[in-house]
């Protein structure tokens, strides 16, 4: 039965191309965002959970 619902939408064929077009540019945006971190920040981020809780209050305001 679904299948013949889905046979009668005109131009569906397209929806999996976007869809999937979507999916790419997605993850691709969030390649290029990440690489392009500075790595003072990447360093940053990385030594976070290897800080004591007393260095942390230290330097929060």
Partial sequence: MYK???RSIENIE???VIS???FVLFFL???VWVKS???ELVD???SLPMEN???LTKHQP
Wanted: aromatic share 10%; charged share 30%; hydrophobic share 50%.
């Fill in 29 to 31: 945006g969030v390649f």
């Fill in 20 to 22: 999937l077009l979507i």
């Fill in 4 to 6: 013949e619902v889905l």
């Fill in 53 to 55: 809780d007393d260095e």
């Fill in 14 to 16: 397209i929806y999996p």
């Fill in 44 to 46: 940053h981020m990385k």
């Fill in 37 to 39: 971190l500075p790595k």
